[in-house]
């Protein structure tokens, strides 16, 4: 129990409560204590005067010793709640109603007295206990004429010993039971309150909890629903884990989904890669077991099947250290502003070979006013040689590929359209994935399938789109869009 949060925070509970109530009968017992002897004091603050007159113990200018002795004595037995004190005018002690051997004192100070005498009224106001060295009490004085010449004073002590044990010792057992009672009952009430205060508040802790071991325990993190907005930090607590949790959950999703994803490109690259190594390492094993056997139109052949598969070999491992720096976490392009349409006459110029083997027409159709656009040119000019030799490796003889530029909407449009084979509507939402490869008679399958990844992701980093329309057996278009560069004023 004491290891869940509510345990502690009951036991903080009950150990606050407990304070207070003990602190609560102490300074009850405190305020009592002060308050009875000021009350005291006030009411007898005419006593050691009225003592003087009643019993006449100033006669001829002098303290009758007699008359002083006989008031002790009557004193003493109808009012043993006061000491009778008499005191000459520095303060020493003369003559006392107390018991022999009682009073440790032989004087009291004189500044409570003569405070007492000029009026001050802030009672209780204390003065020297004879009967103790330390021990302060509330009193009453009056002058009276010294019996050694001089003014003396009459000094009462209130509350002498006797009423103090009586009083001791009903205090010990009223204010103690009061306190006890006043402890008791506000720990009882405090505590109830706090407990149903605190179980409240640590509901929602709990089903948090609850919610947590869950998702811990899940062997799928699961999403699970976002709160409305936060009224206090316990619901913000909640809403921040709901978050956290949906958060983690989609990122498991994605490692899984890249992780199939480098599974399927492992194998798809141990095929690509074990397909041109074996069969480069065979014909120059071939040329190598052959070597005095073969002709030289034999020789050069096998060496340029070798050479050949070589190069495929080489294009696939550029490709793919290509698409994993394009996928890197820091890689940003370098934006400027250039001419699209320079850029489009310069690739077309580049395959104006290759389409001319290949008995494909390859041209542009480019409107005189294309502004400039903003890019990175290098990546931008890898988008175009992708798309543009992949539309070329479709499209049979008599075929034709087309680039068209044409301004909306503030960005320049870029469509690549073949007249090939075209790409079946099951497919065409896979045409961007790495190692994806149409099957088609006229193209084969000689290539890695990463082309058309490699477009996508370098578009991505402009975040820029690129869309895909083909009906098999009429061709093919590519579409995506730059934007305008800003013009300097």
Known sequence: MLRTLYGKLALALVVIMLGIGLTYAILSLAAARHHLAAVSQSFN?????????????????????????????????????????????????????????????????????????????????????????????VFSVTPVPSVEGGIGYLYVVLRGELLEQVEEAFQESYYLRLGLWAAAVSLAFGLATGLLIFWAMTRRLRRLTGRMRRFRAAESAPMLPINAPATD????????????????????????????????????????LRTPLASLNGYLETLQIKDDSLTPPERKAFLD???????????????????????????????EPFSLADLVQDVIQKYGLRA??????????????????????????RVLDNIIGNALDHTPEGGHVR??????????AVDISDTGCGIPEKDLSRVFDRFYRGRDAHRGDHHAGLGLAIAKRILDLHRADISVRSEPGQGTTFSFALPVAATET
């Open 45 to 137: 603050r005419d006593l050691a005067g009225n003592l003087v007159r009643d019993r006449s113990l100033v006669r001829q200018g002098v303290v009758d010793a007699a008359a002083l002795k006989q008031t002790f004595h009557h004193y003493m037995e109808i009012n043993p709640s006061i000491e009778i004190y008499l005191l000459d005018q520095d303060g020493n002690i003369l003559a006392f109603s107390a018991e022999p051997g009682r009073v440790v004192r032989t004087s009291v100070s004189l500044e409570p007295i003569r405070a007492f005498l000029g009026g001050d009224e802030t009672y209780p106001l204390l003065g020297d206990d004879p009967r103790s060295l330390g021990r302060q009490k």
């Open 233 to 272: 930090e316990l619901e913000e607590l909640q809403t921040t884990f709901d978050s956290m949790s949906g958060r983690i959950a989609k990122q498991i999703e994605e490692l899984r989904a890249k992780d199939a994803a480098r599974r399927e490109m492992v194998a798809h690259v141990s095929h690509d």
């Open 305 to 335: 099947v070798a050479l050949n598969q070589g190069r495929r070999l080489a294009a696939l491992i550029d490709d793919l250290f290509e698409l994993a720096k394009l996928e890197a976490v820091d890689t940003e392009p370098q934006m």
């Open 356 to 381: 001319e083997r290949n008995r494909v027409d390859l041209d542009a159709r480019i409107p005189g006013s294309i502004p400039l656009a903003r890019a990175d040119i290098g990546l931008m000019e």
């Open 403 to 412: 680039i068209g530029l044409h301004q909306e909407d503030g960005r320049i």
